[in-house]
């Protein structure tokens, strides 16, 4: 009767788990969209010269679009800003970046819902030099390579996770662009590294 009584308990257990966890769909097929956001949080060097590498934030909405099985393209808005420090006083630097690239999303045996990607994006940024002197929001050359993973928790939605490294002003301006006290910075390129997550919707076209 123990034995029986035990079987009986595995076979609901196994029933209940069967029920409760619906059947995934397959994401990024031909064809297939995905609309979503992440926030980052990470580090940036210094942005102008004779000031302190500091803190990093971002925000950042993304579609994709996927030509193919595990390769999409995708268009990213972001807004970020990088808080650091000269001399004792803090500034803020504020990034609006405007980039295009694609991803490619690799499959894994052991887990299918589970797949890590690799992805590059090109375009450009605005930066903003809160209380700069020279005040032009001119827009610079931006690169932005990417890796991580995607993990779908539930039927067409999935936790996105990267690694992001971002070079938002490949082609700095030269210029003396603020003051602080007796300093003349200037700007440097500058380079951001965050750990980005989020969610991705995907649905078919």
């Known amino acids: 009767m123990q034995i029986r009584h035990g079987?009986?308990?595995?076979?609901?257990?196994?029933?209940?788990?069967?029920?409760?966890?619906?059947?995934?769909?397959?994401?990024?097929?031909?064809?297939?969209?995905?609309?979503?956001?992440?926030?980052?949080?990470?580090g940036a060097t210094p942005p102008m010269t004779k000031t302190d590498g500091g803190f990093n934030l971002a925000i950042e909405p993304m579609i994709q679009y996927f030509p193919a099985e595990n390769v999409s393209v995708w268009a990213r808005l972001l807004w970020e800003r990088t808080f650091a420090s000269t001399g004792g006083k803090s500034l803020s630097v504020d990034t609006y970046p405007i980039l295009v690239g694609a991803r490619y999303y690799f499959t894994t045996e052991a887990d299918p819902l589970l797949k890590p990607f690799l992805g590059l994006g090109l375009g450009m940024s605005v930066i903003d030099f809160s209380g700069a002197v020279n005040s032009r929001r001119n827009a610079r050359f931006a690169m932005d390579i990417q890796g991580g993973f995607v993990y779908e928790v539930m039927p067409n939605l999935a936790f996105d996770c990267a690694f992001d490294i971002f070079l938002p002003n490949i082609s700095p301006l030269r210029s003396y662009i603020r003051k602080v006290g007796k300093k003349k910075l200037d700007e440097k390129v500058m380079g951001r590294f965050l750990i980005m997550a989020g969610i991705q919707y995907y649905f078919p076209l």
């Open 7 to 42: 079987v009986i308990q595995v076979l609901a257990v196994m029933l209940f788990c069967a029920v409760s966890v619906p059947a995934l769909a397959d994401i990024g097929l031909k064809n297939d969209m995905a609309v979503g956001a992440s926030i980052g949080f990470g």
